[in-house]
T-cell receptor
Framework: GENVEQHPSTLSVQEGDSAVIKCTYSDSASNYFPWYKQELGKRPQLIIDIRSNVGEKKDQRIAVTLNKTAKHFSLHITETQPEDSAVYFCAASNPSSGGYQKVTFGTGTKLQVIP | DSGVTQTPKHLITATGQRVTLRCSPRSGDLSVYWYQQSLDQGLQFLIQYYNGEERAKGNILERFSAQQFPDLHSELNLSSLELGDSALYFC?????????????FGSGTRLTVV
């Protein structure tokens, strides 16, 4: 089955600096890669996603890149702000039988933005 | 409000007891997924239903069971509870069998077993 590894597990950056979180996946059939942000005590929320036919996607201060050959994808947050502090989860989704997409989550990265 | 409703928000119960967690998916979503998140841990996939049928099972214990009803709401039943079952239980929904457009998570049920 799919295996998703996420690094680093914790990340501290100064406000205004950039943060990068990296994930690798094992199943070359994976074709959809969402990222979720989970603030303390709250539900995970989808913040950005990318499909396998795209190499990069950007939404304001966040961007995601995908390297299918190397089977890794990354989340980039620029000009970090204290409200970016949260746990970020990557995920890889691949087709399974019966039209079902199986989603595998990474283990999460706790990002702390220091004011 | 994400549109996915989970009840109750908090639950405190004793070891050996049985509880039922409820989830109503977002309007129009046919798939429901259950996840367990222990303290400072990741999201452990338990089970998925699509339009009333079980579609996939993850690391779900035999003491746990779930179902999805004709109105698409789902219930997760946890029995013979142990201290280690204390966790945040999330329900998520999506419109199709997979999650090609991402999940929408509910706010979770925090279960404390004492």
């Amino acid at each position: 089955g799919e295996n998703v590894e996420q690094h680093p597990s914790t990340l501290s950056v100064q406000e205004g600096d950039s943060a990068v979180i990296k994930c690798t996946y094992s199943d070359s059939a994976s074709n959809y890669f969402p990222w979720y942000k989970q603030e303390l005590g709250k539900r995970p929320q989808l913040i950005i996603d990318i499909r396998s036919n795209v190499g990069e996607k950007k939404d304001q201060r966040i961007a995601v890149t995908l390297n299918k050959t190397a089977k890794h994808f990354s989340l980039h947050i620029t000009e970090t702000q204290p409200e970016d502090s949260a746990v970020y989860f990557c995920a890889a989704s691949n087709p399974s039988s019966g039209g079902y997409q199986k989603v595998t989550f990474g283990t999460g990265t706790k990002l702390q933005v220091i004011p | 409000d994400s549109g996915v409703t989970q009840t109750p928000k908090h639950l405190i119960t004793a070891t050996g007891q049985r509880v039922t967690l409820r989830c109503s998916p977002r309007s129009g979503d046919l798939s429901v997924y259950w996840y367990q998140q222990s303290l400072d841990q990741g999201l452990q996939f338990l089970i998925q239903y699509y339009n009333g049928e079980e579609r996939a099972k993850g690391n779900i214990l035999e003491r746990f069971s779930a179902q999805q009803f004709p109105d698409l709401h789902s219930e997760l039943n946890l029995s013979s509870l142990e201290l280690g079952d204390s966790a945040l239980y999330f329900c998520a929904s999506s419109v199709e069998p997979g999650a090609n457009y991402g999940y929408t998570f509910g706010s979770g049920t925090r279960l404390t077993v004492v």
